[in-house]
């Protein structure tokens, strides 16, 4: 890999991460219920599902997901479900305003599963990752590009915590709680759908 293709891996990573999606609204619904610590728990939970995703991608293991019409397909329709039932939950579930209402193990969890359910993931880092590389690197130099990837999009979302953090005394306010996990029960809903409509 050459400099000018290491800057443009950097900036397409950080470019990437900043683009609004299920990690946004996931994070801004476990920051509502669970304040900083569930926000933090959840981001942990997704980048573990990024580097899941990422390493196959690596190993070349993600193209048998890609391959194979049947898995794909399976694994769309657990995605769709798993955001539709966090939608649903956000936004006809009971609002509890405390921040027990998310434990770190529960955050974990829910970033873990929507990450590991999402089909797009392993499709974007079969095509994202090699494209940076020659066709004969080796298996080493895909994997620490997948591990660069991971901190680079941990990175972005520290920043989004801490900026969710200045503002948590106004989010911590009932009726706005109540508002913005509805707004995000909703956008995850929509991203669902958009998910089954995808062919």
Known sequence: MTWSGFLAFLIASFLLAMVPGVGTAMLL??????????????MAGMEVGVAVWAVAAGLG?????????VAYQGLRIVGVCVLVWFGIK??????????????AGSGFRSGLVVNLANPKLA?????FLPQFVSPDAPNWVLLALAGLWVA??????LLVIA????VMGWLRRAEIRTRLERFSGAVLIALGIRLALEA
């Open 29 to 42: 619904r476990q920051a509502i219920r669970g304040g900083r610590r569930g926000a933090l728990a959840t």
């Open 61 to 69: 293991l993600s193209v048998l997901l890609v391959a194979s019409e």
């Open 90 to 103: 956000a936004l006809f579930g009971r609002h509890e305003h405390t921040e027990t209402a998310v434990t």
């Open 123 to 127: 499709v974007f880092a079969i095509s």
């Open 152 to 157: 680079i999009d941990t990175v972005w979302y």
């Open 163 to 166: 900026m969710l953090t200045r």
